[in-house]
Nanobody, 118 residues
């Protein structure tokens, strides 16, 4: 069982920045691909960014060039730096941990709200 605790959400104006952080309780953190997903009101949950244990990253087209995912394997954390935020970035952001081999070992955080508003 892996527990994920997110922090860092909040209210920001368009063009602003926020940094989300997720702390994982996994003993074998390197074995997990870590990701950030988001779900806007009335929409399906979607991938934002994923980073493997070796540091390979994948981004949704909508956030490329604006968001950056990183992980600290010594601290069991994964961060999402969000820059140039737009209105349609408003959503609940969820941290995800999925084992790189055993996909059924798939865990979610409780979510953190990000609101972009003027």
């Amino acid at each position: 069982q892996v527990q994920l605790v997110e922090s860092g959400g909040g209210l920001v104006q368009p063009g602003g920045s926020l940094r989300l952080s997720c702390k994982a309780s996994a003993n074998n953190f390197l074995s997990y691909d870590m990701g950030w997903y988001r779900q806007a009101l009335g929409k399906q949950r979607e991938l934002v960014a994923v980073i493997t244990g070796s540091g390979i990253t994948t981004y949704a087209d909508s956030v490329k060039g604006r968001f950056a995912i990183s992980r600290d394997n010594a601290k069991n954390t994964v961060d999402l730096q969000m820059n140039k935020l737009q209105f349609d970035d408003t959503a609940v952001y969820y941290c995800n941990a999925r084992h790189r081999v055993w996909f059924s070992f798939n865990y979610w955080g409780q979510g953190t709200q990000v609101t972009v508003s003027s």
